[in-house]
């Protein structure tokens, strides 16, 4: 179980910070994994390679997660939820239903502290966090992760 929710918070804000080259054209990029019962879509707004906004919704079931119900649930992610309290650029949101969670998290890389990004639980980070989030490099380990671009 542990394992699992590792993958999946890792998966939550993998982000691949690098430096960018700056483009006015504006792209949205949805990336989809389907696993074991559960659901991973992570959407980047991004000018040329550089990731404005990261969106992702993650539904996992309570099986996946190694829990019976909502009680259980909460034990397990509760711990990870403080993370990302009081980040400005980041809001994280989880719902708990009768047989899932769904857990969301926006970033703002415009207002959030990529140093910070960098520090929560999960994130994998490689270069000068200063210089912003690279698009390609991003689609690049999500796809090792296997994910999919997906048209929507």
């Given amino acids: 179980m542990k394992k699992w929710l590792m993958f999946c918070l890792t998966l939550l804000i993998v982000i691949t910070l690098t430096a960018c080259s700056p483009d006015d054209k504006g792209e949205t990029v949805t990336l989809l994994l389907e696993k074991g019962g ?4 992570i959407v980047y707004s991004a000018e040329g390679d550089k990731v404005i906004e990261q969106t992702s919704e993650n539904v996992l079931t309570y099986d996946t997660l190694g829990v019976s119900n909502q009680e259980e649930a909460e034990a397990v992610l509760g711990k990870f939820v403080i993370d990302y309290e009081g980040i400005e650029g980041v809001s994280h949101n989880i719902e708990y239903h009768d047989d899932q969670v769904i857990e969301s998290t926006k ?24 210089n912003g989030v690279s698009l390609e490099k991003s689609i690049e380990v999500l796809e090792s992760q296997g994910y999919e671009v997906v048209t929507e």
Avoid at 38 to 41: A, D, E, G, I
Avoid at 107 to 130: H, M, R, S, W, Y
């Fill in 107 to 130: 970033v703002n890389f415009e207002k959030a502290d990529p140093d910070q990004i960098a520090e929560l639980t999960g994130a994998i980070t490689e270069g000068n966090t200063g």
């Fill in 38 to 41: 559960s659901t991973s879509k």
